[in-house]
């Protein structure tokens, strides 16, 4: 399995970093051409967030979005003071419902789903 080159803790991910696997294409699934690690029965949603400025606020994000039932991993994309990117792998479908109100919790809002 590939990691980009400077992910964090937080899931954090330096956007000027490459990845270092060298064989895209042959993992299955993939988010933003990095695989998933998940098979694929995973439920892979992908939210748009505003609000975010740091990494407490992801660490805040990650908590409440890792918290709704299914979820199996979160992972940001922090744009500071823009719109972030949220992908939520999950066991089943979440609820935008369930997401949105988790984002309020963490004080951020949702701006929109991707696919």
């Not at 803790?9 to 060298?22: I, R």
């Not at 098979?39 to 990650?62: F, I, K, P």
């Not at 792998?89 to 949105?100: I, M, N």
């Not at 984002?103 to 951020?108: H, K, N, P, T």
Request: net charge negative.
């Amino acid at each position: 399995m590939c990691t980009p080159n400077a992910t964090n803790d937080l899931g954090l991910t330096d956007a000027n970093s490459s990845c270092t696997c060298g064989s895209h294409g042959t993992h299955g699934d993939t988010v933003e051409g990095h695989p998933t690690g998940h098979s694929a029965a995973a439920h892979v949603e992908h939210y748009l967030v505003d609000g975010m400025t740091c990494s407490h606020c992801v660490s805040s994000v990650t908590e409440e979005l890792s918290a709704l039932p299914g979820v199996e991993s979160v992972k940001v994309k922090l744009n500071a003071g823009g719109t972030s990117q949220v992908m939520v792998e999950s066991s089943t479908a979440l609820d935008v419902d369930a997401v949105r109100t988790a984002l309020d919790e963490a004080g951020y809002e949702l701006a929109s789903t991707t696919k």
